[in-house]
């Protein structure tokens, strides 16, 4: 068994294809089936499951899965250590994601500033659903994320800001409304919410039982961007946190906090992965830019929470 065959077993299963494995890894397909059908003979199991839409794992893939990740995180640990030992400079490679109502405000700048500060290191940021990148975390197909109320077991969390969810609207609306506003205040409004998988009813639903049914929800999307478009072109009021307006192209827009909805965005990193010198940097670095941001009033709504361990 090579590592050059767990790498390939791993892309395929991750594409859900040997088409996509191929793609990703630059290989050609037949190349690629073949080195798959060698690691099967050695194993004396089928991996996968081949079907028309692709393949899917078997149990033995399931397990096989699980082993090749940690024995090629270990091999990256080890190159990396090796690295380290040699040279000052960090090495590495390090993928994050983050969900796109957080993307501008937190992960962009820091990964732009991990980059120009860290010339030999490789960065990949995904952005998707929380739900999806939890699903990704898990898995190990990204080392870090920034998730929203985050408790999942089996991943390491680091909760760093709280923040209100506040109503999206027009500004020139904006006086219409007082400071602050109350849950009951959502009903009769005209609602643009983000929908599965990471639906914001089902959070209302669980902090004010029996008051999702009473709201107007006139369209479900599953993007803030596609919410705050549609706010922007009179279609109703958004409900998402502050932070996705916080942009110069959203400057037409504007917030009002809604008293008892807030959200916690923790980082969230793989079990596996902790204590990489890349992930460390970039934990660090989210650290930092998040008490900057917030300390100079520059995150509206927003407050630090506990980020010790």
């Not at 860290?118 to 699903?135: A, D, I, T, V």
């Not at 009769?188 to 990471?198: A, E, K, R, S, V």
């Amino acid at each position: 068994m090579e590592l050059r065959q767990l790498r390939y077993f791993i892309e395929i299963a991750d594409a859900r294809s040997f088409a996509g494995g191929a793609q990703v890894l630059r290989v050609a397909q037949p190349a690629l089936s073949r080195s798959i059908a060698k690691l099967e003979d050695e194993i004396g199991q089928s991996l996968f499951i081949r079907h028309s839409s692709g393949v899917s794992l078997t149990d033995a893939g399931l397990r096989l899965y699980d082993y090749a990740a940690q024995v090629l995180g270990s091999v990256q640990d080890l190159t990396e250590g090796m690295a380290a030992a040699t040279k000052d400079s960090l090495q590495g490679e390090v993928a994050i994601g983050a969900p796109q109502s957080i993307q501008a405000m937190l992960a962009l700048p820091v990964a732009a500033e991990f980059l120009i500060a860290n010339p030999n290191c490789k960065l990949s940021l995904m952005q998707n659903s929380s739900g999806r990148l939890r699903e990704h975390l898990i898995k190990g197909t990204i080392d870090l994320a920034l998730l929203p109320n985050v408790s999942e077991s089996g991943i390491f969390i680091r909760p760093i800001v709280r923040e209100s969810m506040c109503l999206i609207l027009p500004g020139e609306q904006r006086n219409e409304f007082r400071d602050c506003i109350e849950v009951n205040d959502l009903i009769n409004q005209p609602l643009i919410l983000t929908g599965y998988p990471d639906s914001l009813l089902l959070m209302i639903d669980r902090l004010f039982p029996r008051l999702s049914d009473s709201l107007n929800v006139r369209c479900e999307v599953n993007s803030s961007s596609i919410m705050a478009d549609l706010v922007s072109r009179g279609v109703g009021y958004g409900v998402a946190p502050s932070n996705v307006i916080v942009q110069p192209s959203r400057t037409s827009l504007d917030y009002v906090p809604i008293r008892g909805i807030d959200i916690t965005w923790s980082i969230a990193i793989n079990w596996q992965r902790r204590g990489r010198r890349v992930v460390t940097d970039i934990e660090r670095r989210l650290i930092q830019y998040t008490n900057d941001l917030v300390g100079s009033d520059n995150w509206p709504t927003s407050a630090l929470v506990d980020q010790h361990t």
